[in-house]
């Protein structure tokens, strides 16, 4: 089992800056790749950032260029660093672990709100 958990979430006016952090414990040696999700009410959960074993990462054209994803392997947590967020990156944020046999945890969420 890998347990995950979220913070760095809050308030920011548009063009603001904010960085999530998903702390991961439990089998985090299984751990294929961390990716960033978000949900925003009324619209499905997409994926936002994901970096994988290896190193490499993907973003959504939504936020590229605007986001970062990173690790720091020492803390076990995935970071991403949101600048120049817009009312639209408004959403509940998730972090999601997927495992190399396949299964998937994911951490509780944390808010980000973009006020315009």
């Known amino acids: 089992q890998v347990q995950l958990v979220e913070s760095g979430g809050g308030l920011v006016q548009a063009g603001g800056s904010l960085r999530l952090s998903c702390a991961a414990s439990?089998?985090?040696?299984?751990?294929?790749?961390i990716n960033w999700y978000r949900q925003a009410p009324g619209k499905q959960r997409e994926l936002v950032a994901s970096?994988?074993?290896?190193?490499?990462?993907n973003y959504a054209g939504s936020v590229k260029g605007r986001f970062t994803i990173s690790r720091d392997n020492a803390e076990n947590t995935v970071y991403l660093q949101m600048n120049s967020l817009k009312s639209e990156d408004t959403a509940a944020y998730y972090c999601?672990?997927?495992?190399?046999?396949?299964?998937?945890?994911w951490g509780q969420g944390t808010q980000v709100t973009v006020s315009s």
């Open positions: 439990g089998s985090i040696f299984f751990i294929d790749a």
């Open positions: 999601n672990a997927r495992l190399s046999g396949g299964a998937g945890y």
């Open positions: 970096i994988s074993r290896g190193g490499s990462t």
